[in-house]
């Protein structure tokens, strides 16, 4: 192909993804369906490292499809498929583990953090090495472009690592991947507590923004978020984390540029803000709803848009991990 490829996967979580998810990666997804050769998918044997109630993965495995569907992949543009479907990434993921450190993979910030939330006792020996499937799940596909939000960089390092290691160990395979991190929205805070980025483990209810909530929970939500005592609506992250928040997601959400907003606000309280934001913020979330339920409705094109998906990633996949296999003496 001539344009670079890019490749992304996302969980499939209970209820719906958040804004943080959106703004730092599923934003980038959509944009780079025009310039590069683009596949993405949602990754159902990543979400199996926690417990999972089967139905539930089912569930969550089609809502995700529909939400990222929703948010403005086209399947004419892009190759959306599930990860289960391509039984490729299992394999290769092997063949990653065996080239992976144990202590290289005890260093990964996010199986820390999510073992640490587990129980280390209760933590799998899957959620040790899911950033060596993440790393399997990029080389399959020879991607040059990596969107994600600035927690994923470690992976991306690991990745270029591993395929490096591959590379010298028997012959250039992988493409080396770089991680396509958008700076101003690499990490979006949780509304209540903005010394810690948005998550859907770590936020309480009011700090994260869930793309299906209630329009008017959405906008509930934005005018209680948590700002400061001070009352001038300037961007600091580092003396005004909440209002600078506040403003990443109205530049973005909105395309009008941070010190245009400042302007704008010049002499209003933060009242003003979040009164704007919390409609903008409607006026997104209502048709991302709609469009995410006319999905689900009809799934026997979600069905055919997936079954297509997998087909096309399935060629690319079978070929990396033919030439892999070949050069490890399978
Ligand atoms: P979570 O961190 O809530 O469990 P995921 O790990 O499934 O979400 O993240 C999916 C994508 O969304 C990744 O590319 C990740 O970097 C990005 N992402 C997650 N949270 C944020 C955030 N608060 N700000 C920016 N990007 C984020
Ligand atoms: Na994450």
Known sequence: ??????????????????????????????????????????????????????????????????????????????????????????????????????????????????????????????????????????????????????????????TRDLAERFNTRFGDTFTIPAPHIVKEVAKIYDLQDPAIKMSKSASTPKGLINLLDEPKTTAKKVKSAVTDTDTVIRFDPVDKPGVSNLLTIYSTLTGKAIADLEKEYEGRMYGALKTDLAEVMVEFVTPFRTRTQEYLDDPGTLDSILAKGAEKARAVAAETLATTFDRMGF
């Not at 569907?69 to 583990?97: K, Y």
């Not at 993440?134 to 991306?156: M, N, S, T």
């Open 1 to 158: 192909p001539l344009r670079p490829r890019a490749l992304s996967g996302i969980q499939p979580t209970a209820g719906s993804f958040h804004l943080g998810n959106y703004l730092g990666a599923i934003r980038q997804y959509v944009a780079l369906q025009e310039t590069h050769d683009a596949f993405y998918m949602v990754v159902d044997l990543h979400a199996i490292t926690v417990p999972q109630d089967p139905a539930e993965l089912r569930a969550n495995t089609r809502l995700a499809a529909a939400q990222l569907l929703a948010a403005g992949l086209d399947p004419e543009r892009c190759t959306l498929f599930i990860q289960s479907h391509v039984p490729e990434h299992a394999q290769l993921g092997w063949v990653m583990n065996c080239l992976t450190g144990f202590g290289e993979a005890s260093r990964m910030t996010q199986f820390k953090d999510k073992s640490a939330k587990q129980g280390a006792d209760r933590a799998t020996v899957g959620l040790f090495t899911y950033p060596v499937l993440q790393v399997a799940d990029i080389l399959l596909y020879q991607a040059d472009a990596v969107p994600v939000g600035e927690d994923q960089r470690q992976h991306i390092e690991l």
